[in-house]
């Protein structure tokens, strides 16, 4: 079973798979370039006896939308926490979990593309999509 930590924020949005490893301790970056921070965040989380949780670290709080301390919640699918660090800015996290495991990663030459499109739709340069979430032709650009 995988998990993933989906975080968004107004200015920008990362996803995190979180290793399929038991009784162990894992760590994160919130880039403060991806979030528009002034700094960027460690987030680290610990996995006992295959749950997993939010560590509690002195720079940042991450409460679940009721309330309750990330470090006293087990992740579950579709859990939203809220991520609040020593900035005004706040982001979102959705917990996201999988049965089955994920596709492999796959290479794309692009060294000779005249233009690059992303999108859902086969034609595209690569082909992406997560949870239904990314369009026909989520974005293109031209190469020089």
């Given at each position: ?6 975080a968004y924020a107004?200015?920008g949005?990362q996803?995190?798979?979180l290793p ?8 994160f970056?919130l ?23 939010f560590c ?19 992740l ?8 609040r660090?020593m ?19 796959r290479?794309?030459?692009l ?6 499109t992303?999108g859902k ?5 690569i082909?992406?999509?997560?949870q239904?979430?990314?369009?026909r032709?989520?974005c ?5």
């Amino acid at each position: 079973m995988r998990y993933t930590v989906m975080a968004y924020a107004a200015d920008g949005y990362q996803e995190f798979i979180l290793p399929e490893i038991l009784d162990a301790d894992y760590d994160f970056i919130l880039d403060r370039h991806i979030f528009g921070l002034r700094q960027s965040y460690v987030v680290s989380m610990e996995n006992m006896d295959g749950i997993w949780r939010f560590c509690p670290r002195g720079y940042y709080d991450i409460r679940s939308y009721d309330g309750k301390a990330g470090t006293d919640v087990p992740l579950e699918n579709g859990m939203v926490f809220e991520f609040r660090g020593m900035e005004s800015v706040r982001i979102s996290m959705v917990i996201f979990r999988s049965e089955r495991a994920y596709p492999f990663y796959r290479k794309y030459r692009l060294d000779h593309a005249r233009q690059i499109t992303i999108g859902k739709e086969s034609h595209n340069s690569i082909v992406y999509d997560f949870q239904g979430l990314v369009s026909r032709q989520a974005c293109g650009a031209v190469c020089l």
